[in-house]
């Protein structure tokens, strides 16, 4: 049973960080072709690409939560 919940802690975090990190890293090539562009609205383009990176982290730290509360019950 233990090999089981290890199987799963393996599978939620590893699954549960692919997505966010294949978003974060196409929010970030997006923001840098918007930059150059248009330079002139780096401060725009800065924060919106921030709070996008924020909400795409959220996603993976709920993916932590979720393989800790497996390994440990």
């Not at 960080?17 to 780096?42: F, Q, S, T």
């Not at 924060?47 to 497996?70: G, K």
Request: aromatic residues 4%.
């Amino acid at each position: 049973m233990e090999e089981l919940k290890t199987i799963g802690v393996a599978l939620a975090i590893g699954l549960g960080a692919i997505g966010p990190g294949i978003g974060i890293g196409i929010i970030g090539g997006k923001a840098m072709e918007a930059l150059g562009r248009n330079p002139d609205a780096e401060s725009v383009i800065r924060t919106n690409m921030i709070l996008a990176i924020a909400f795409a982290e959220a996603v993976s730290i709920y993916a932590l939560v979720i393989s800790l509360i497996i390994k440990f019950t």
